[in-house]
C-alpha cells in the first residue's frame, strides 16, 4: 500500500484546510486509516482514525468538534477537514493504514503503511 498526503500549506487562525490521503497499491481495505501530526523534538501524535465502514471514527481530544475525518472507499481516499485552526495545530501531518482491527488505533506503531507527511502551518 501507498498513502500519498496532500492539502497542507499556510493557514491564518481560525482558518481551515482539507487534508487528503490517496491509496494506491492494493485493493483499499485497511481496516482502520488515521491521521497523526508530528512537531520537531516531538512524538508523532493521534489526530483521527477511522474504520472501513466509518463506523468508527476515534479524534485526539485536541482536535474533537474542530477537525473531521472522513474516507472515500470507491475513490481510495481519506479526508481530514480541519476547521478553527489553531497555532498549536502547526506540523506535519501523515496519513497511516493498517490491516484489521486493533483496540490502539492511537498508537503510530500499530500502522503498517504511511504516508510522506504535508506540512501545516497555522499563523496567529
Known amino acids: 500500500v501507498q498513502l500519498q498526503a496532500s492539502g497542507g500549506g499556510l493557514v491564518q487562525a481560525g482558518g481551515s484546510l482539507r487534508l487528503s490521503c490517496a491509496a494506491s497499491g492494493r485493493t483499499f481495505s485497511s481496516y482502520y486509516m488515521a491521521w497523526f501530526r508530528q512537531t520537531p523534538g516531538k512524538e508523532r501524535e493521534f489526530v483521527a482514525a477511522?474504520?472501513?465502514?466509518?463506523?468508527?471514527?476515534k479524534y485526539a481530544d485536541s482536535v474533537k468538534d474542530r477537525f473531521t475525518i472522513s474516507r472515500d472507499n470507491a475513490k481510495n481516499t481519506m479526508f481530514l477537514q480541519m476547521n478553527s485552526l489553531k497555532p498549536e495545530d502547526t506540523a506535519v501531518y501523515y496519513c497511516?493504514?493498517?490491516?484489521?482491527?486493533?483496540?490502539?488505533?492511537?498508537?503510530?506503531?500499530?500502522?503498517?503503511?504511511w504516508g510522506q507527511g504535508t506540512l501545516v502551518t497555522v499563523s496567529s
Open positions: 477511522i474504520s472501513w465502514t466509518g463506523a468508527i471514527i
Open positions: 497511516a493504514s493498517r490491516d484489521g482491527y486493533s483496540g490502539f488505533y492511537y498508537r503510530p506503531n500499530e500502522y503498517s503503511y
